[in-house]
């Protein structure tokens, strides 16, 4: 399953996930702008397809603007628009320099940007392959997980980080149930993990995100493993909204609790979670449902689309680079410093 294509054409083509699972509709891209409404409205989303798009996007700009005079103004603005898309994923602006530091390398020429943009794309599903072959590692025997949001082939440049684990771990048969949390407001859960894992043949059981507390009282889970929108140097992490109530369930219940992330998602530059940037989506998500208002007009809504779970909630740190354990602030540097 893949969410992102590059094509021969030198257009990008992006699985439209508002419509999963009802219908699998594919929309074709030709330049930069309506890639970041893409972004915006999640067409595309989670943290490593983000990163991977906005590269695109850049390739998409480079043609555009490529033998006018002020290219390297056009394109320097082109990745001030897609930066201001999404606030939260670091992906999205660690794949922005790149792609900056890769024009500036050649010159803005489109080809080499082309293949910068493949690299990322390439390079981000082997080390969703490297982390789960980790990750498999921590998973026990007959394993019921619990997982929350997308973190699959849908949300990066394919295979998945949470997933990518589970996906590992149930080719080496280790696998008796995934718990897929539904994810309100947006339904990522219902909607694209259980349609990802069905497509697979993994086998699934959706529940409501109020569900998983009632399940891990009845023992039935055995491992949390979740993705990750941004990790700080101490390991706090940002992910989908309901990561952090998960985790304290977990912590109640003695059940480990993971994050799966490629390097390209830690930001060194945050000692810590209090300074990632939480976005903060419209009241129409969470005050009506597919169109239908569910709460009285005009009621005050908030709805933050990531929440912030402190590292001490945490067993360990899924990464291409190996399994992290406390202390994180250490662990992580020593692995990742020079990213
Ligand atoms: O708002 P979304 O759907 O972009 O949020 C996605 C998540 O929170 C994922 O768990 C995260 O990006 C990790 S994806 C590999």
Known sequence: ?????????HTLSLLDQTRLPVREEWITYTEYRPVIDA???????GAPAIGVTAAYAMV????????TPDFGPRMDRAAAELAASRPTAVNLFWALDRMRAAAARCGGDPGALEREAVAIHREDVEMNRAMGAFGAAVVPPGARILTHCNAGALATGGYGTALGVIRAA????????????????LLQGARLTAYELASD?????????????????????????VGCDRMAAN???ANKIGTYSLAVLARHHGIPFYTALPSSTIDLSLPDG???????????E??????????????????????VTPHQLLTGIITERGVLYPPFGQSLTERFSKV
Request: proline letters at 7%; a negative charge.
């Open 286 to 307: 969470v005050s009506a449902f597919a169109g239908t208002p569910t709460g009285p007009a005009g009621v005050s809504v908030w709805n933050p689309a990531f929440d």
């Open 170 to 185: 149930h080719e080496q048969g280790k696998v008796s149930m995934v718990y897929a949390d539904e994810t309100r407001p």
């Open 235 to 237: 390991g706090d992490f």
């Open 201 to 225: 043949g993994i086998p699934v059981t959706l529940i409501c995100d109020d569900m998983a507390g009632a399940l891990m009282a009845r023992g039935q889970v055995d491992l949390v493993v």
């Open 1 to 9: 399953m893949d969410a992102i294509r590059w094509n021969a054409d």
């Open 39 to 45: 972004i915006r409205t999640m067409v595309v989303r």
């Open 274 to 284: 209090s300074g990632i940037p939480v976005e903060q989506r419209a009241p129409e």
């Open 60 to 67: 998409l700009a480079a043609r555009q603007f490529t033998g």
